[in-house]
């Protein structure tokens, strides 16, 4: 089997309030050399064995029309072997 | 006329929708997801609820329902719909409308009355209404903080298709009317042929004067007396 990890985030130019009180937490409890901080989504996906550009390009237009909203968000996919 | 509201796993203002409309004097049926045909309605209701319980992304799943595909054939010939709250969500993930909600500003979920101004009365959603009038209705939702992309807003607004912007209780369109962050104060937007409105506030919930308020009332109105005309 084969496993698509594909993370999904916000785009940069959009306001991450949930991302902004994370940070601000962490600051709270001492951990104050982070930057910034964005919280996103992660998707795993099984397939059998594929070729790992046939399940790129698969999860890419899954992403097109169901998983990701390209309005608001951006994704990056890894192929690894499990 | 006939109405017919959708009714998705999750859907939770079907029968206030159906309710309303009756008694405005249409004749109102429900649709299930998984039918596969519109046609024999003349206008159409995506209510608000929690359609798949906001999996993946408010809409996103109900985007993909079997009956979307005849809803939007439907669109194409011109045909009225309306999005309320869960169904603007639905609207805009499946293309129908542009832009993206994102989670209010404040990342809490907001249910309560709000103001709103009509800044387009000559609409089939709109002709009941009045642009020096605010409207009184509740909003109930989580995710309803309008963004696009600024071309779009550009377009909406040079194409007058912004109809509600929430307001303060004078009509005066400020941060301070705004609950949950949406660009422009955006409430509902309507398409490019005019024929489908998104909007998060709930009219059906302000069209009882046992409720407080029958501001809502005229945006069905509207529709009626539109396509009876």
């Not at chain 2, 992304?57 to 005849?70: E, F, L, V, W």
């Not at chain 2, 020096?132 to 600024?150: C, D, S, V």
């Not at chain 2, 069209?207 to 407080?212: I, K, R, V």
Request: glycine share 8%; net charge negative.
């Amino acid at each position: 089997m084969k496993s698509a990890r594909l993370y999904i985030s916000l785009k940069p130019d959009i306001l991450d309030p949930q991302g902004k009180t994370v940070h601000h937490a962490l600051e709270t409890l001492g951990f104050d050399a982070v930057a910034s901080c964005r919280v996103g989504k992660y998707i795993e996906l099984a397939f059998p064995d594929l070729p790992t550009e046939e399940i790129t390009r698969r999860v890419g237009e899954m992403c097109e029309r169901l998983l990701v909203n390209p309005v608001m968000e951006t994704w990056r996919v890894e192929v690894v072997e499990e | 006329m006939r109405f017919g509201v959708i009714v998705f796993p999750g859907s939770n203002c079907d029968r206030d929708t159906y309710h309303v409309l009756s008694t405005l004097g249409a004749e109102v049926e429900y649709i299930w997801y998984r039918d596969s045909h519109t046609h024999e309605y003349e206008a159409l209701v995506l209510p608000g609820g929690f359609s798949y319980g906001d999996y993946l992304r408010t809409g996103a799943i109900a985007a993909t329902a079997p009956i979307m595909k005849s809803l939007r054939e439907d669109i194409r010939q011109g045909k009225p719909v309306i999005g309320i709250c869960n169904g603007f969500q639905i609207l805009l993930e499946s293309g129908l409308l542009p832009g993206a909600l994102l989670t209010n500003s404040e990342l809490k979920f907001i249910c309560r009355d709000v103001f709103l101004r009509c800044d387009n009365c000559d609409t089939l959603f709109s002709s009941c209404l009045q642009a020096e009038q605010p409207l009184q209705m509740p909003i109930a939702h989580h995710t309803g903080n309008y963004f696009a992309e600024r071309g779009v807003i550009e377009e909406l607004e040079d194409e007058d298709r912004v109809l509600f912007r929430y307001c303060d209780a004078n009509g005066m369109v400020s941060p301070a009317g705004n609950p949950n962050g949406s660009l422009g104060n955006i409430a509902g937007i309507l398409n490019r042929q005019k024929n489908v409105l998104g909007m998060m506030p709930h009219p059906e919930r302000a069209a009882d004067q046992e409720l407080g308020s029958v501001d809502g009332a005229g945006v069905f109105k509207s529709m009626l007396e539109r396509v009876i005309a």
